[in-house]
């Protein structure tokens, strides 16, 4: 059977995003300096569990936190909580909202919790949006960076001025900040600063900071009480949480301080794509670590070409190519560990060929 | 602080029950012959997650079968399956099922099912109960052994006839098999052929096998698709799995053939506690690795009669002390690796001094 795309992708020696390929070795790494005789945490007690909680609560200036398995579970009991508090059953939050397109609707199914959605697709939501809302809303949801449009982001004044509005009409304003540590250098602000202006806050340890899986909830003692109630509902109360634990910390010190430089990576890629003529960015000045990639031709086309790159030059530039309509094909670019492992002659020749390749398809 | 009476079971060198402590190196022996290469499991895809639930289905004589990470979220989603497909709201169940008493009553809030209690608290549930349920239910749920009246077994008659009443009136029927693997040495049958009797069944990693977390959902190829569904609901569908699966597949290679002889153990310590006045077992001669032991005395009084043999002999005989009432109190005991590490000497002196500390109460 001839490889797929990905796969030939997956056996390029360089890539130009992410943190190198998920092997379980990655677990083994976070192991290595543990002390072996550590006691595991057992059903959310326990130093090892505790005492990352209290860390990781404190790093955001809140008050309490619980560790997630994920994200999934942690947001839609989050929004449950807020609209329990409420007495409603309606959240706001963008149309491409991770909750609207990539759960299954369980919010909808297990907490019959009813979307208002904010704005259009293509674009951020603005308090012109909030503000025409005509229906009472227990919680809303802010994205930073809204994944789903490239990882664009509000300028920091009107996060201030969303964060009043909900302040003033009683709605909860709820964060999901699966990518919180890679905003940090944009807003050139603390993660506590940020989070202060938010009623609870989601962060993932898988994204940037590249640890297996798992996430945390933060909020006030009251809230991440109650958190902990649903987390047993849900089957979220592991008898033991401590291989993700380990990994979000141990990959929390590897990265934390790496993400102005992933955003650099991403800064320069994007700057590259964006000077050949049929290929463009969104957003077309990257704030963090990502961004999405428009390519104007057919994605049979278009593997092909990074296949021809890849057996020239080693080089996986794009993985995850999605046909858009006949002619626009679109693929997310998150960068980290692995740019700066290319040799900058490598990177160079590879996308002068991408751009001769695309001179050609423009001529044709 | 004085240590409380758990720590003081914690620091004993040799303890009655359990496979030794829950520590951190559990988890880092099951990578030791691991190949670090291989890649990691990505939204429940992937060879060492898909490779594994097909050896488990094939195991358990199922057509197929889900990884979750735990059985709380593995068992509502089954009953919720079996409702949907019936249109219905009701399942059935013994009255200290794990979704009745340790979930905070996540079936009812989450999936808005209705529980019909079988039988009363103390006793396992019969044929006679489940006739005189005068509703339509959708799933019956049996648990085998019934964990909360210390781990007790129907005949395998009666299983028989529990399968064949449910297949006959349209009812579906779920195994809580948490502790499958302990049952059959009892039973001296496969893992297959209890399965044959059920359409769906719950296997738990880290009862009697010793691992870390985890749990599988087995079925009918389609139940087992919307179960993925549910899953990813849940929040269940973690980006990567393979820390648990490692330490499943690890454990059950260690411990899937020592069933018998944790049985034994559990035999063995039911008699000796059994011979002392004020003592009692349930049931009175186990049929699988684990027990309820009674003892005629208060919560303090045994405490210390337990303290004062782990402090002469090194030997932890039970923890988690429950009173029940101010002069009965109860514990669970569950047999492991740990028993066959007491020297001989030690188990019978100790279990002579908790009998002469029962004479003398018995005097008083």
């Known amino acids: ?14 890539k130009l995003t ?50 997630f398995p994920s994200g999934t579970m942690a947001q839609q009991i989050a929004l449950r909580i807020w609209c329990d508090a409420k007495g409603l059953k309606n959240v706001a939050y963008h149309p491409l909202c991770h909750l609207e397109i990539h759960e299954k609707d369980g919010m909808k199914i297990l907490h019959h919790l009813e979307p208002t959605l904010l704005g ?50 009683g709605i909860k304003l709820h964060l999901d900040g699966a990518r919180l540590f ?3 250098p944009y807003y050139n602000k603390s993660a506590a600063d ?21 996430a945390m909830l933060a909020g006030r003692t009251e809230f991440i009480e109650s958190a902990k109630v649903w987390k047993r509902r849900h089957g979220g109360d592991l008898i033991s949480l401590y291989p993700y634990i380990v990994s979000a910390k141990h990959s929390m010190n590897k990265r934390i301080g ?20 049929g290929v463009s960015t969104v957003p077309e000045v990257p704030v963090c670590n990502m961004f999405h990639a428009y390519f104007d031709t057919t994605k049979e086309n278009l593997e092909s070409i990074f296949a021809d790159i890849i057996e020239k030059y080693n080089l996986a530039i794009v993985r995850n190519i999605r046909e ?8 997310e670019l998150s960068f980290g560990d692995s740019f700066e492992l290319i040799p900058q002659e490598i990177l160079d020749k590879a996308f002068e060929q991408l751009e001769s390749e695309f001179i050609k398809l423009v001529e044709k």
Chains 1, 2 share one sequence.
């Open 120 to 169: 259009t697709k293509d674009r951020l939501f603005n308090m012109e949006d909030l503000k025409s809302v005509n229906k009472p809303i227990a919680c809303l949801l802010v994205e930073l960076p809204q994944r789903e449009i490239g990882g664009q982001l509000p300028p920091w004044e009107e996060l201030i001025s969303i964060s009043e509005f909900c302040k003033n009409g």
């Open 194 to 214: 940020i989070c202060s202006l938010f009623d609870s806050v989601y962060i993932s340890f898988y994204k940037g900071l590249g640890g297996i899986a798992g």
């Open 324 to 331: 858009i309509d006949n002619s626009i094909c679109k693929s």
């Open 258 to 277: 790496n993400m102005g430089k992933y955003w650099q990576h991403a800064l320069t890629a994007a700057e590259r794509l964006n000077k050949i003529e």
């Open 182 to 184: 890679e905003i940090l």
């Open 18 to 67: 992410g943190h190198g390929d998920r092997r379980i070795d990655a677990l083994m790494e976070c192991f290595e300096h543990m002390d072996p005789s550590m006691e595991a945490d057992i059903y959310g007690t326990g130093g090892i569990i505790n005492d990352f909680e209290k860390d990781i609560a404190c790093f955001l200036g809140k008050e309490n936190a619980v560790f």
């Open 1 to 14: 059977m001839p490889k797929s795309y990905n796969e030939i992708c997956q056996s390029a020696k360089y």
